[in-house]
């Protein structure tokens, strides 16, 4: 089945490259140019965001200098980032890191979620992704409460390299 079937009528969820990180995903809106910045090790970071009835869609993407051939180490790595962007994200709140997910059943990779209030009363719902090569963090976030079928769908919507 494929993910258009799942989408409300009228609603286009198509599919972006995420730059040259090999990486790519699916998106209610066009998020335009993924902008490129390098991290203080030296990674790659990709950033795109854009908005459709109200909810914000977004990604960050890191293309790691270094891979992490471990996935435990992977999925440590994942949430000190995710903890890392909460203070630039102005968040306030958060209900604690659910693990245990995998990107479309890969065992090689790692996947955490959450849900975040802000300072300005947005709310949040973030899922991290890696596969010791690559973190990404997917995040809807809107005043009103968000619909998890559909922010779901963009949650997972997600492709690493190789998928």
Not at 45 to 51: A, P, R
């Amino acid at each position: 089945m494929s993910l258009y079937s799942y989408t409300s009528v009228g609603q286009s969820f198509k599919k972006y490259t995420i730059g040259n990180s090999a990486c790519s995903g699916y998106f209610y809106c066009d998020p335009g140019t993924f902008k490129l910045e390098a991290s203080p090790d030296g990674s790659d970071v990709y950033t795109g965001e854009c908005g459709s009835e109200e909810i914000y869609y977004g990604i960050i993407c890191v293309k790691l200098k270094d891979k992490i051939n471990d996935m435990d180490g992977s999925e440590k790595m994942l949430i000190s980032y995710l903890d890392y962007l909460k203070p630039s994200l102005n968040i306030t709140s958060s209900a604690g890191y659910g693990k245990g997910h995998r990107l479309k059943n890969r065992e090689d990779t790692r996947g955490v979620i959450d849900y975040w209030k802000d300072k300005d009363g947005f709310n949040w719902k973030i899922k991290g992704w890696t596969d010791g090569k690559i973190i990404a963090v997917m995040y809807a976030y809107a005043k009103k409460d968000l619909p998890e079928n559909k922010v779901n769908l963009f949650l997972d919507g997600l492709l690493l390299p190789g998928m």
